[in-house]
C-alpha cells in the first residue's frame, strides 16, 4: 500500500510564501517523477510543477520565478517552496509520484495525496 501524505498548506496574505511537502510510504520499486498539481474551484486540475528522478523540472508558465519544486530521493520527499504568492494561486494541491511497483514490471503507476489547501489573500 503506497501512501503520499502532504503537509504545508494554509492560510497567507498576497506575496507570502508556503512550502509544500509530501513524502511516499510503502512498498515500491522505485519513484520517477513527481509533482504538484493544483484545482481551484471550478476550475480543471492543472500540473504546477514536476521533477525527474535525475532533477529535471518543469513549472506551469503561471507560477515560473516563484515556485521551486525540489525533492530529496533519500526521504522520497517532494517540495514546493511558493514564493510572492497571488490569489490566484488559491487552490487544493496535490502531489503525484509515478512509481513502478516491482523491479520485474516496467508499468509505472500514478499515486496522488489528499491534497492540501492553499489560500492566499488579498
Known amino acids: 500500500q503506497v501512501q503520499l501524505v502532504e503537509s504545508g498548506g494554509g492560510l497567507v496574505q498576497a506575496g507570502g510564501s508556503l512550502r509544500l511537502s509530501c513524502a511516499a510510504s510503502?512498498?515500491?520499486?522505485?519513484?520517477?517523477?513527481m509533482g504538484w498539481y493544483r484545482q481551484a474551484p471550478g476550475k480543471q486540475r492543472e500540473l504546477v510543477a514536476a521533477i525527474t528522478s535525475g532533477g529535471e523540472t518543469n513549472y506551469a508558465d503561471s507560477v515560473k520565478g516563484r515556485f521551486t519544486i525540489s525533492r530529496d530521493n533519500a526521504k522520497n520527499t517532494v517540495y514546493l517552496q511558493m514564493n510572492s504568492l497571488k490569489p490566484e494561486d488559491t487552490a487544493v494541491y496535490y502531489c503525484n509520484a509515478k512509481m513502478r511497483s516491482r523491479w520485474s514490471d516496467p508499468r509505472e503507476y500514478d499515486y496522488w495525496g489528499q491534497g492540501t489547501q492553499v489560500t492566499v489573500s488579498s
Open positions: 510503502g512498498r515500491f520499486f522505485s519513484i520517477n517523477a
